[in-house]
C-alpha cells in the first residue's frame, strides 16, 4: 500500500493525564494523526499498563500495553507536588487539549480542575472519560469493566451458559469510548480555535458500549444473529482449532453457499426455502453445515468460499494478526523498533493517504 500517513493534526497538542485503556486509545489515535501527545505520569504510580509490558520470551503474543503508549512524548510529573503543578502549568499554557480518566472530582482534589485550568490558559479543553455518565449517582460503585458491562447490557446481550450470565472477556467498552474520547478532542480544539474558549466534554464508557450493544442489538436475539441472518455462526473445520465465520443474508448469498458448500440436498430442503424459514429451523440447518465443514480443511474452504460472494473469514488468534501478509501488506501492521521491547509489530490506526 503506498502514500503517506495521515498528519492532520499537526499543531495540536495534547496533555495525557490517563491511565489504562480508554484515555490512552485516544491519544495514540491522536499521535497517529499528526498530533503532539505529552504523556505525564509519576514513577512513584506509573500508569498501570505499563505492567503489561513485558512479553512472554520467544513467542509473537505482543501485550495491547506497548500500542497504547507508542509514539508518545514520556513526562515524569508529581502532580501532587508543587514542583509537579508548577511543570503542568507550563505544559497547559502550550497545550490545545488535556485528557484524563480519573475518578471525578480528582482534578478538583489536586487543585487541577477545569477553573483551574482555564485561568491558565481560556482556549485549553478538557475531554474528561467517565466509567457511568447516566446522570444517577454511582460514585459509589467501583467502576471497571464487569460492572460497566453489566449495567449496560452487554452481558445480557451475550446469553447464559449453564445458567449463568457470560461476560464479556475483552475491556470493550474503553476501546470504543477511547474512539469517541479521540473524536471529542478534535471536535473541542477545532471549537475552541473558532470561538477562542474551551470547554469540558464527559464522554462515558455506559454510553459508548449502548452504542454497540443496545441500539445495534434491540430485538436481534442474545447471541448476535440477526433477525433474519441464518446460516450465522462459527463452523469448525477439519484441523486444530480452525474455525471459519460465516454469515448469510440475503437469497443470492443462499444460493452461492448452497451451490460452493452442502448442495441442492440441503438447498432443495422445504425447511430452507427462505430465510424467514432457515431462522425458524436454523438449529438443523447449522448441523448441515456443522457435519460439512468438519469434514475439509480451513483453508480448502476459503478456497470454496472465496470470489462467490458469500459473507465469511477464518477467525484469526491476536498473534497471527501480526504475521498474516494480508494485514502486513494493507501497512495495518508495522515493526517500530524500541529500546524496552525491541522490535515491535504494532496496529497501525489509521490507512495512508496518496
Same mark, same amino acid.
Given at each position: 500500500m503506498t502514500g503517506q500517513p495521515l498528519t492532520s493534526l499537526r499543531g495540536l497538542t495534547v496533555i495525557d493525564l490517563s491511565h489504562y485503556l480508554a484515555g490512552s486509545t485516544a491519544t495514540v489515535i491522536l499521535a497517529d494523526l499528526g498530533a503532539r501527545v505529552i504523556k505525564v505520569e509519576s514513577s512513584g504510580r506509573p500508569d498501570g499498563i505499563r505492567r503489561q509490558i513485558p512479553r512472554p520470551a520467544g513467542t509473537m503474543r505482543r501485550p495491547v500495553s506497548y500500542q497504547l503508549i507508542r509514539d508518545k512524548e /514520556? %513526562? !515524569? %510529573?508529581d502532580l501532587k507536588s508543587a514542583a509537579g503543578r508548577s511543570r503542568l502549568e507550563d505544559l497547559v499554557r502550550e497545550s490545545d487539549v488535556l485528557v484524563e480518566n480519573f475518578s471525578a472530582g480528582t482534578l478538583d482534589r489536586l487543585g487541577i480542575g477545569f477553573a483551574w485550568l482555564s485561568s491558565v490558559? +481560556?482556549?485549553? *479543553?478538557?475531554? *474528561?472519560?467517565?466509567? #457511568?455518565?447516566t446522570g444517577t449517582d454511582l460514585d459509589?460503585?467501583? @467502576?471497571?469493566?464487569p460492572s460497566i458491562q453489566a449495567m449496560t447490557g452487554v452481558d445480557a446481550a451475550l446469553g447464559t451458559m449453564d445458567g449463568r450470565p457470560l461476560a464479556l472477556g475483552r475491556p470493550t467498552g474503553d476501546m470504543v @469510548?477511547?474512539? !469517541? &474520547?479521540a473524536l471529542a478532542v478534535v471536535a473541542a480544539w477545532r471549537r475552541a480555535r473558532v470561538t477562542g474558549r474551551g470547554g469540558h466534554v464527559t464522554v462515558g464508557?455506559?454510553?459508548?458500549?449502548?452504542? %454497540? #450493544?443496545?441500539?445495534g442489538m434491540a430485538g436481534q436475539g442474545r447471541h448476535g444473529a440477526g433477525p433474519t441472518g441464518c446460516p450465522h455462526a462459527f463452523f469448525r473445520c477439519r484441523g486444530h482449532e480452525e474455525w471459519l465465520a460465516l454469515s448469510c443474508n440475503s437469497e443470492a448469498e443462499w444460493r452461492a453457499l448452497v451451490a460452493a458448500t452442502v448442495g441442492d440436498r440441503v438447498g432443495n430442503d422445504p425447511r430452507y426455502a427462505d430465510r424467514f424459514l432457515r431462522k425458524v429451523n436454523s $438449529? &438443523? %440447518?447449522?448441523? $448441515?453445515? !456443522?457435519?460439512?465443514?468438519e469434514g475439509i480443511t480451513l483453508a480448502d474452504a476459503v478456497d470454496r468460499l472465496s470470489g462467490r460472494g458469500v459473507t465469511f473469514m477464518p477467525l484469526l488468534a491476536p498473534e497471527r494478526q501480526l504475521t498474516t501478509e494480508l494485514f502486513s @501488506?494493507?501497512?495495518?501492521?508495522?515493526?517500530? +523498533?524500541? !529500546? $524496552?521491547?525491541?522490535? /515491535? +509489530?504494532?496496529?497501525? /490506526? #489509521?490507512?495512508?493517504? *496518496?
Open positions: /514520556h %513526562l !515524569d %510529573l490558559n +481560556p482556549a485549553l *479543553s478538557l475531554v *474528561s472519560i467517565r466509567a #457511568f455518565t459509589a460503585i467501583k @467502576a471497571g469493566a @469510548a477511547g474512539i !469517541d &474520547a464508557i455506559d454510553r459508548a458500549l449502548r452504542q %454497540l #450493544f443496545v441500539a $438449529e &438443523a %440447518l447449522h448441523r $448441515e453445515f !456443522d457435519q460439512w465443514f @501488506a494493507a501497512a495495518t501492521i508495522v515493526v517500530r +523498533p524500541d !529500546d $524496552e521491547v525491541g522490535d /515491535h +509489530p504494532t496496529v497501525r /490506526h #489509521f490507512a495512508r493517504v *496518496s
